[in-house]
């Protein structure tokens, strides 16, 4: 059984594209994450939900729209897509823990190439 | 602000010779720290973890991390390192930050296994 699994693994379209990624948890987790990671490995958080609720929201061009339907789904889009957003992007989850003490479990990440 | 150091970008180690890769972070409360491993064109996969008590944390694939708060560090190592350790390592904070947790990452270390 997959935990948090992503589709789709592989993404390739042109520049000015629109384009969704989606996540999906059966950890039962309150908590989800996207997490984006450059070309030098780099990873940065992006958004994150708790209990359908946005609760982190870095500085991200709002050309992406994250949605969270229900718990266990978060989803990403991006509109007009730029060569820049290319990258691995991650979904993660986890159930807040007392104190701020959860582990985020990640899923195996959607490789987006824009052309 | 969080902030993560891995100061050694890569790392090339014989099989069955130790490993220690280092990490030190910045927080300014009580600091929740993660190491996860990216195997090529992977997802990344927990480690370990500490939160609170003994300061040696055991992990999984023989993997073990010391918290050293007087030196900010969370290390990772392993006595006897195998061909498919191999991969790139994250060392990650996180912590309470009100409603939300993230983790900052650092930017990696990439480890070579030699024959």
């Known amino acids: 059984d997959t935990a948090v699994s992503q589709t789709p693994k592989y993404l390739v379209t042109q520049m000015g594209n629109d384009k969704s990624i989606k996540c999906e948890q059966n950890l039962g987790h309150d908590t989800m994450y996207w997490y984006k990671q450059d070309s030098k490995k780099f990873l940065k958080i992006m958004f994150s939900y708790n209990n359908k609720e946005l609760i982190i929201n870095e500085t991200v061009p709002n050309r992406f729209s994250p949605k969270s339907p229900d718990k266990a789904h978060l989803n990403l889009h991006i509109n007009s897509l730029e060569l820049g957003d290319s990258a691995v992007y991650f979904c993660?989850?986890?159930?807040?823990?007392?104190?701020?003490?959860?582990?985020?479990?990640f899923g195996p990440g959607t490789r987006l190439l824009v052309l | 602000a969080q902030s993560v150091t891995q100061p050694d970008i890569h790392i090339t180690v014989s099989e069955g010779a130790s490993l220690e890769l280092r990490c030190n972070y910045s927080?300014?409360?009580?600091?929740?720290l993660f190491w996860y491993v990216q195997s090529p064109g992977q997802g990344l996969q927990l480690l370990l973890k500490?939160?609170?008590?003994?300061?040696l944390v055991q992990g999984i694939k023989g993997f073990e991390a010391e918290f050293k708060r007087s030196q900010s560090s969370f290390n990772l190592r392993k006595p006897s390192v195998h061909w498919s350790d191999a991969a790139e390592y994250f060392c990650?904070?996180?912590?309470?930050?009100?409603?939300?947790?993230?983790?900052?990452f650092g930017t990696g270390t990439r480890l070579q296994v030699t024959l």
């Open positions: 993660a989850s986890s159930q807040r823990g007392r104190g701020g003490r959860e582990t985020q479990y």
């Open positions: 990650a904070v996180g912590g309470n930050t009100g409603t939300a947790s993230k983790l900052t």
């Open positions: 927080y300014g409360a009580t600091p929740y």
């Open positions: 500490y939160f609170s008590g003994d300061t």
